[in-house]
C-alpha cells in the first residue's frame, strides 16, 4: 500500500466515521481522502470493520458508490473462504476497544491484515463498478433508436404512435401498443427496440434484455447486431461485469456489428 497504516491513522478515521473530529480537522482530512484514493479505500474498508462490530449508526450513508462497496465488503468478508478471518476481526475488535493505548497496538495487525487482505478485490470491484457505470450513463439516453415519422400500414402506424409514447416517457403505454405488431410483421424488430428501452426506463432489465436478445436472434434482420450493444447497455447499469464482457466479445467478432469501433474503445 502507498499509505503508511498505523494506529494514529487509524484512530483519525475512527474519530472521523464518528464525527468526533473538530470542524477543521474534519475538513483537512476530508481533503485528505478526497485527493488520495488509497486512504479513501481504507477508509470505506474500516467503515465496513465498524459495521461487522456492531457500529450500526455512525454514517449515513447517502452515497451509492461507497453503499455498494461496504455491500460488497460484508459479501466478501461473509464468505466462507474468510469466516475465520472474521471471527479474528470481531474477537480484535472487542478487545481492541477494551485495551489501554499500549495494549490496543498488539492487535492493530488484525485491522491491518483484514484492510490488506480485502482491499484489492474492493477496490476491482470499485473499478469495474466505475467502469460499467461509465457505459451506461455515457450510452443509455437511447437517442440512436431509429425514429418513424411517416404513416404506411396499420402495423407502421402502430410503430409510430409507440415511438411516440416513448418519446412522451409513457413507457407502460408504449409496451402495450408496440406489442400488438404481429412478431411476423417486418417492423416487429423495430418495436423490441423501443418495448426493450421502454422496459430500462422503468427498471425491468430483465424484460428488456429479453427484448434486445430476440432482437439479436433475428438472423435476417439487418440491424440484429443493434440488440447486442441494447443487451451490454442493461448489463453495464446492473453492473454485470461478466455478462457486459461476454456481449463485448461478441460484438467484436465481426467488424459489421452495431457500435464494433467504439465497443473496442470501451474498457469494461
Known amino acids: 500500500m502507498g499509505i503508511n497504516v498505523t494506529e494514529e491513522l487509524l484512530d483519525k478515521i475512527d474519530n472521523y466515521l464518528k464525527g468526533s473530529l473538530s470542524t477543521k480537522e474534519n475538513f483537512d482530512f476530508k481533503k485528505e481522502i478526497d485527493t488520495n484514493p488509497e486512504l479513501k479505500e481504507l477508509v470505506k474498508i474500516q467503515e465496513g470493520l465498524f459495521d461487522t462490530n456492531d457500529y ?3 454514517k449515513n450513508r447517502t452515497n451509492v458508490r461507497s453503499f455498494e462497496a461496504i455491500n460488497h465488503y460484508r459479501n466478501q468478508i461473509n464468505s466462507e473462504d474468510n469466516q475465520q478471518l472474521l471471527s479474528k476481526i470481531k474477537e480484535a475488535g472487542e478487545k481492541y476497544n477494551s485495551q489501554n493505548t499500549t495494549s490496543k497496538k498488539g492487535y492493530l495487525k488484525y485491522y491491518v491484515a483484514a484492510s490488506i487482505t480485502l482491499l484489492f478485490s474492493t477496490l476491482f470491484f470499485l473499478n469495474s463498478s466505475s467502469n460499467l457505470e461509465d457505459v451506461y450513463n455515457d450510452n443509455a439516453d437511447w437517442s440512436d433508436l431509429p425514429s418513424y415519422v411517416s404513416k404506411g400500414d396499420e402495423s407502421e402506424s402502430t410503430l ?8 412522451n416517457q409513457e413507457f407502460e403505454k ?4 408496440l406489442k400488438k405488431i404481429n412478431p ?12 426493450g428501452a421502454a422496459y430500462e426506463k422503468i427498471n425491468q432489465n430483465n424484460k428488456a434484455l429479453e427484448a434486445f436478445d430476440e432482437v439479436s436472434k433475428i438472423k ?5 447486431s443493434r440488440g447486442y450493444w441494447y443487451q451490454l447497455l442493461i448489463y453495464a447499469k446492473e ?26 474503445e470501451l474498457d469494461i
Open 160 to 167: 409510430t404512435t409507440g415511438e411516440q409514447l416513448f418519446r
Open 239 to 264: 453492473n454485470n461485469k461478466e455478462k457486459a464482457t461476454e456481449i463485448k466479445e461478441i460484438i467484436l467478432q465481426n467488424p459489421d456489428n452495431y457500435n464494433y469501433e467504439k465497443v473496442k
Open 174 to 177: 408504449a409496451i402495450t401498443a
Open 184 to 195: 411476423s410483421h417486418k417492423m416487429y424488430p423495430y418495436a423490441l427496440f423501443y418495448i
Open 220 to 224: 435476417d434482420f439487418a440491424e440484429n
Open 56 to 58: 450500526l449508526n455512525l
